[in-house]
């Protein structure tokens, strides 16, 4: 009995031992293995009773994506702590696991948080932390893909096991990885949302930037108040523990003294995601140049800057929250897409490393560095004002035909209601017929992305049947319904390929056969005759090109196919 108690003695002091130390990597310039960062979890996980170690779905390499739950009082159902006006704070780590701060971050973090769990003030904010997002890529480890990054020695890769980066997956919903975050989102529901980066670019003396949800792109009740009070109190707090911060270095030009533009996160970007439920998203980004310890300390502070601005105020985030979903049921117009607005004038303070061109040895060119020794503090300029490019009435419902089964499972998957028609039927809808779009040349995260769609509105009755879907658009999900499922929006659905089938021509003609048509077609519409004479004026193509000329005529007799380029989201206006 006394050897069985030593050994057990021997492998819970072996196991703080190897916490301890799992936690100082960063120190010496390491970050653990995803096993380690596992096991330190499950370590804290049975040490606090206030702490848990969840599992939640999977990952394309295969392994388990877990989530770590600090609750104050041992409660760990989501609906019941929404209900005890809990504010839920849900933070992810490596989703480029070649930018591991916030994965050593949150490790102390969370040891941090749980040694003073019983004080008053760690009552009211719920933290769910995601120790690494990317697990494919944390297994695929090396020293060298980041080449302009200062530390640590060895780390993850950037791509998951399809080779897809996961922080342009949120919408389109390839990976197993991206599937399994929906769910935790979906049934946490959190209020606020964190994700840490590294960032690349221009060289400066501030060791973290921030990027927040944009204020213009939320609704009013919570841009507002993020931009007003939030965002204020955050960049203070952080000066004030001696970690000045700066909002994400986006430079207008080459250099920062050009001046910053605001970063524009659409919704395939986590923050952009988010956003469509009304949580407020952070995005860190620490410096790539900064040692990889002076990171991870900054991550720390600003992620303790944040968990104690969420407990002063989270009565009044939790309203604010409260009143953008209800604002959302009630507007009638949505924007699905943005447009910085460059003639809106502002500036902010930036400390700066002066920009110096020289001549390249290698290529002979002109190249850029920056003088350390000659450091400025100046007032540039800064263009954070996005104004709405494509605005969309909301219609009542919409009716997805059910062989659109990919959407229909990732509406599902967002907590969209949806209902099924139960008999065949004939059903007046709106509907849009695609004109004119851009798509890209080369393929971008395993799809050809569309752009700049421009659509025709008609009128008709389509035939629907048993088992298709309608979507009412009275809903908290109303603005990931309208923003993935309107074609002109920026990660609609349509734009990242979804509804590709529509955009082939079917059917086609033999131009020996078709000719004694068109012929009486003409015949009996003479003006048939002047839309050809048009066409071949204004395209010199068609000159010389009996078919195409023919095709002219055909696509506008009864017999060209009408399902030809129709999109097949319908929208019911009454």
Known sequence: MFMIRFLLLFMFLGNVCLSQKTTEYYLHNRTPQWHEVIEYYKKLDMQFPQAKLFTEGTTDVGKPLHLFVISADGNFNPVS??????????????????EPDGIDASMIFAKNVLSKINSV?????????????????????GCCSRVNQEGPLEYGFRGNYQNLDLNRDFVKCDTKNTESFIRIFQKWNPDLFLDMHVSNGADYPYNITLIATQKDKLTPPLGKYLSEKMLPELYRNMESNSEKMIPYVNTIKDTPDSGLEGFLETP??????????????????????????????????????????????????????????????????FPVQWQLDTTSKDSIRFDGYTAVYSKSKITGLQRLTYDRSNPYSKFIPYQNNFKPQVIIKRPVAYIIPQCWSRVIERLKLNGVKIQT??????????????????????????????????????????????????????????????????????????????????????????????????????????????????????????????????NVLYRQSPYFEKSYMIYPVYRLIQ
Request: net charge neutral; with cysteine.
């Open 81 to 98: 702590l929404h209900q005890k006006r809990r504010l839920i704070w849900l933070i992810n780590n490596g989703i480029h696991p070649g």
């Open 121 to 141: 003030a760690y009552k009211n904010v719920v933290i769910c932390i995601i120790p690494i997002y990317n697990i494919d890529g944390a297994l695929n480890r």
């Open 268 to 333: 395939r970007y986590a923050s952009g995601y988010t956003a469509l439920f009304n949580t407020i998203g952070f995005i860190s980004e620490t410096h790539m140049l900064k040692p990889y310890p002076v990171r991870v300390k900054a991550t720390i502070t600003f992620m303790e800057s944040l968990r104690q601005y969420a407990a002063r105020n989270a009565v009044e985030i939790l309203q604010k929250r409260a009143e953008a979903n209800s604002y959302l049921k009630t507007i009638h117009e």
């Open 421 to 550: 028609i139960t008999a065949d039927t004939i059903i007046e809808v709106e509907c849009y017929k695609i004109g004119q779009y851009k798509t890209t040349s080369k393929p971008y995260e395993g799809h050809y992305l569309h752009s700049n769609v421009a659509v025709e509105k008609q009128i008709r009755k389509v035939q629907f049947y048993k088992g298709d879907k309608m979507i009412e658009v009275n809903q908290p999900a109303n603005r990931y319904i309208i923003e993935t499922l309107e074609p002109q929006g920026t990660d609609a659905f349509f734009a990242w390929g979804f509804f590709d089938g529509i955009l082939q021509q079917k059917e086609w003609f033999s131009d020996y056969v078709f000719e004694d048509i068109a012929e009486k077609l003409i015949q009996e519409n003479p003006v048939l005759l002047d839309s050809l004479k048009d066409a071949v004026k204004s395209d010199s193509t068609l000159q010389n090109n009996h078919y195409m000329q023919l």
